[in-house]
């Protein structure tokens, strides 16, 4: 089975809007973190935001917010007031405690318009 | 400034040779992961250490492919023979021994096999 399952093959904001990323999780570990990541086209990896597995908050972090629905396992990225600068892939990526592991999902490209 | 770092960072080599791929991970870090990424595949976990130990490298052609870790500032990926379905971007990342914490990534290797 898929650990991180990213299902929305591209996805497109006005600016200044918001946007949802969707992310779903499939795991046994009681203890696990989840993390977002952007990839613009210059390739590098820049982390975004974390939730844990045991957080009763959503994690937020300047505009992104992370929608962490526990029961459903998803944990999905908030990106609010876009920007072009938002233009990249997102990923999502689970670590499980019992093995340290760091699963990426296939990502998501986000194209914002002006 | 801590920050992983992938040597080299662009390689071109003709199929067949060996090719050698080095991670500095960032200092205190006990997790070291390495993935390539393809349009097709996304981001795969080829292998990762704890603490130097390889704990998982099911994601790696056994035949052709080695991930070792000398010491704790060095982890090396090995391609040998490469062929050309092994052109990708490599990337190494280290993390803190903490499901709480992400993963700083290095800035990747391009290779090329021709």
Redesign the interface.
């Known amino acids: 089975a898929q650990k991180i399952t990213q299902t929305q093959p591209g996805m497109f904001v006005q600016e200044k809007e918001a946007v949802t990323l969707d992310c779903t999780y499939d795991t046994s570990d009681p203890s696990y973190g989840l993390f977002w990541y952007k990839q613009p086209s210059s390739g590098e990896m820049i982390f975004l935001i974390y939730q844990g597995s045991y957080d009763q908050q959503n994690a937020t972090e300047g505009r992104y917010s992370l929608n962490f629905q526990k029961a459903r396992k998803s944990a999905n990225l908030v990106i609010s007031a876009s920007q072009l600068g938002d233009s990249a892939m997102y990923f999502c990526a689970l670590r499980e405690e019992a093995n340290s592991k760091l699963t990426f999902g296939k990502g998501i490209t986000l194209s914002v318009r002006p | 400034d801590a920050r992983v770092t992938q040597t080299p960072r662009h390689k071109v080599t003709e199929m067949g040779q060996e090719v050698t791929m080095r991670c500095q991970p960032i200092l205190g870090h006990n997790?070291v992961?390495w993935?390539r990424q393809t349009m097709m595949q996304?981001?795969e976990?080829l292998a990762?250490f704890?603490n130097r130990a390889p704990?998982?490298d099911s994601g790696m052609p056994k035949d052709r492919f080695s991930a070792e870790m000398p010491d704790a500032t060095l982890a090396t990926l090995k391609i040998q023979p490469s062929e050309p379905r092994d052109s990708a971007?490599y990337?190494c990342?280290s993390?803190a021994?903490s499901?709480?914490?992400?993963?700083?990534?290095g800035?990747?290797t391009r290779l090329t096999v021709v």
Not at chain 2, 99 to 105: C, G, I, Q, S, W
């Open positions: 997790t992961f993935y996304g981001l976990l990762y704890r704990l998982d971007v990337f990342a993390a021994d499901v709480n914490t992400e993963a700083f990534f800035q990747g």
